[in-house]
Nanobody, 125 residues
Framework: QVQVVESGGDSVQAGGSLRLSCVAS??????MGWFRQAPGKEREGVVV??????FYADSAKGRFTITKDNAKNTLYLQMNNLKPEDTAMYYC??????????????????????WGRGTQVIVST
């Protein structure tokens, strides 16, 4: 069973940057991704990586960058030029099958794979 723990969330002003980290322990996974859920909204995919493939949601393109340290089984999300609409709980998932792509969007499958408890990001104006 893979254990996933996120960290790095904080409160920042619009235009600022944050770097989120996700450590997966217990087993390695070639498929990991970042998701977020704002109050009153459904969870949505931000960026996912599976082997050599990476897929960014439109909201993340040009501002967010995902990197993976395979030796540490750690996934990072560098977020630049943050906007108030980026405010959400950010979750990390490990395991191929934890999401699927449909109509250009990353759809989470929270009952598949391993999910962390999230790290809160608040962006103020």
């Amino acid at each position: 069973q893979v254990q996933v723990v996120e960290s790095g969330g904080d409160s920042v002003q619009a235009g600022g940057s944050l770097r989120l980290s996700c450590v997966a322990s217990g087993a390695s996974s070639i498929c990991m991704g970042w998701f977020r859920q704002a109050p009153g909204k459904e969870r949505e995919g931000v960026v996912v990586v599976g082997g050599a493939s990476t897929f960014y949601a439109d909201s993340a393109k040009g501002r967010f960058t995902i990197t993976k340290d395979n030796a540490k089984n750690t996934l990072y999300l560098q977020m630049n030029n943050l906007k108030p609409e980026d405010t959400a709980m950010y979750y990390c998932a490990a395991g191929c099958g934890s999401w699927y792509l449909r109509q250009g969007q990353i759809r989470p499958k929270v009952d598949v794979g391993s999910w962390g408890r999230g790290t809160q990001v608040i962006v103020s104006t």
